[in-house]
C-alpha cells in the first residue's frame, strides 16, 4: 500500500515529513489540502482512523481559529468540521496514512512510526536535527 501525506508545502513539519518519506523509498502520494480541500466524510474518516477529535486536529498557531472564535471550548464538532470545511488551513498537518495506520505527524519524527523502511542514516530535519544516525537508529 501507498503512503499518502495530506501536505501543506508551507510548513516546516510538513515538508520534512515529506523528505523523510521520499527518502524512504516507499511509494507515496502527495496530497496538497489547501489546493484539493477537504470533505466532510474525509476529515470524519481521517481523524477516527487517527482517534483525533477536530479540537484536536484544529490548527491553531498561524491560523484563522482564534479570530473565528474556534478557541472556544463551547464550540462544537460539527461547528469545527464546517470551519474547516470552508478554511483548509484550519487542520493541523501533516496527516499521514500509511499501512501502519493514521496518524497526525507533529514532530516530524512522528512518522518515522508510520513507515516500514527508513531513509539511510544520518538524516537530518530542514534545521539540521538528526532523526537518524549514520547507524539508522532513531535519534531520541
Known amino acids: 500500500m501507498t503512503v499518502v501525506i495530506h501536505h501543506n ?22 496530497i496538497e ?4 480541500g477537504w470533505t466532510r466524510p474525509q476529515l470524519q474518516a481521517l481523524f477516527a482512523a487517527a482517534d483525533l477529535t477536530p479540537r484536536q486536529a484544529l490548527r491553531v498557531s498561524k491560523s484563522p ?28 498537518r501533516p496527516i499521514v ?5 493514521v496518524k497526525l505527524c507533529r514532530p516530524s519524527e ?6 516500514h523502511k527508513w531513509p539511510a542514516g544520518p538524516f537530518a530535519k530542514e534545521d539540521g536535527d538528526l532523526l537518524i ?5 532513531r535519534v531520541a
Open 110 to 115: 512522528a512518522v518515522l512510526d508510520m513507515l
Open 33 to 36: 489540502y489547501l489546493k484539493t
Open 97 to 101: 496514512c500509511s499501512p501502519k495506520g
Open 9 to 30: 508545502p508551507d510548513c516546516g513539519t510538513s515538508r520534512n515529513v515529506l523528505a523523510v518519506i521520499e527518502a524512504s523509498g516507499e511509494d507515496f502520494v502527495v
Open 65 to 92: 481559529a482564534e479570530e473565528l472564535g474556534l478557541t472556544d471550548p463551547s464550540v462544537s464538532d460539527d461547528a469545527l468540521l464546517d470551519a474547516m470545511l470552508d478554511h483548509p488551513v484550519l487542520v493541523n
Open 133 to 137: 544516525d549514520a547507524d539508522g537508529n
